[in-house]
């Protein structure tokens, strides 16, 4: 089957946006999924960023909540931010690294969106980790040690170096088999139509 | 008739795409367009930038030519980057405004982006804007006259604080009767379903 990969970073709120609707989207389309979890602090870094461009450019981050609050409410979705943004994403992006080893990936990272940024809670810490894994059927001392071994840690730090080598400067950003890259929730029809080309 | 407000700033790719179709758009929507041409430079120097952020970040700078070579393709429109990048606007700029008082500004502002994107020309060339200007049906001395007064300098100004005071960040924007703000080619229709809401 036809497959896009998903590059998604737990801070980034058009992430969650996708996170909850790719699986139906793809689904219907008949495209499979690959899930890559990544960090934009390294990329945005090398661009002599230290944070989100949501704060360091006032108007764009006050267009960026009520855009997604529009887009939340078409959809049904919750949506309250998280205090601070951006949250630190990396223990939950290890952990979903484990568990899409292990089959319990995207109800994980579905959750943790839905606690980050459909109740506005904070993803470094571990309870609401814990009730993330708990939700999508995993066990949480053996998932939270899978997290720590040097092989997650490098396949996250290899997952960022990949999207900085495919000039991935934001995040949703999805990729198809024939190098094409699209940016934004607002470009997942299109990068699902482009996958399916013949 | 219900209407939204189209920003846009001639130095801008994708306020090009929106130019090329928001008439066919907003017609079939019933919703009238108030074409606001405005002046990004101050407000990208207001962030701290001297120039488009698709030159201070080459990843996003490249993503953007490809973005936009999709769109196009799919939309049957020509695309040719002009050298430099961003083009010098403010003729243009100043010169739309005296064609929205007469009559002529859609169809000067559309040959405009058509001699920039579509065939990659200089738009600060007399020569460039004498061919828009004709193409329109405009008188071009006249044109030039009016475009160079104090009044129309002051209201290129006027708009370009007025974006700013918006908190408009980028072009195109789309500004409804409610002060819902919209960014973005791709929000278009969102913009002109919205202003059609009771």
Known sequence: MTEIT???????????????????????????IVWKPFLLGPIFKAQGW???????????????????QRIAEARGLPFRMPNPFPQ??????????????????????KAVYKAEFGEGKPISDRETLMTALR????????????????????????????AQRKGIFGAPSFTTGDGELFWGDD?????????LKK
Chains 1, 2 share one sequence.
């Open 6 to 32: 998903f590059w998604f970073e737990f801070a980034s709120t058009y992430s969650y946006l996708s996170a909850m609707r790719i699986e139906e989207k793809a689904k219907s389309a008949g495209v499979d």
């Open 50 to 68: 230290d944070t989100s461009p949501f704060n360091l450019y006032q108007s764009k981050g006050f267009y960026m909540i009520r855009d997604i």
């Open 135 to 162: 939700a999508a059927g995993a066990e949480p001392s053996r998932a939270f040690a899978r997290a720590e071994t040097a092989e997650v840690k490098a396949a996250l730090r290899e997952n960022t170096d990949e």
């Open 187 to 195: 470009r997942l029809d299109q990068a699902l139509a482009w996958s």
């Open 88 to 109: 630190n994403g990396l223990q939950a992006a290890r952990l979903a690294l484990a568990g899409l080893e292990d089959g319990w990936g995207p109800d994980f990272i």
